[in-house]
């Protein structure tokens, strides 16, 4: 399934995350940016460590990604190294522009690595 997911995903702009909410139980479901590198799609949080989908991620860390068709189930991991974290930060600017990534996440203290394989 990597290599048919990371095609699918190759020229979205966004996918659709679903996560379980800490608190409801609930599935949630956001658009959000994302960059691929080897088998893995990596995801910043607009609002850093205090996004609410992150802390879902961190609570229980069963992830459903999808766009162009294509579904993914995988477990997340987060992300808190600094040095991690500016790569993937990194890659958004390469993908999205610097400006863009700078106005639209004001923080970048945490990502979210989600395995598509």
Known sequence: MSTEAMDAFTHEREV??????????????????????EQSMFLVPVSGFDSDWYKNVRRTPVIRVSANGTAVNSTATTI???????????LFREKYGADQVEDYYPRHDVAVQVPLG
């Open 80 to 90: 808190d190294d600094p040095d991690r974290v500016d790569h993937v930060v990194s």
């Open 16 to 37: 659709e995350i679903t996560v379980t909410g800490r608190r409801t139980g609930r599935q949630i479901s956001h658009p959000v940016w994302f960059v691929q590198e």
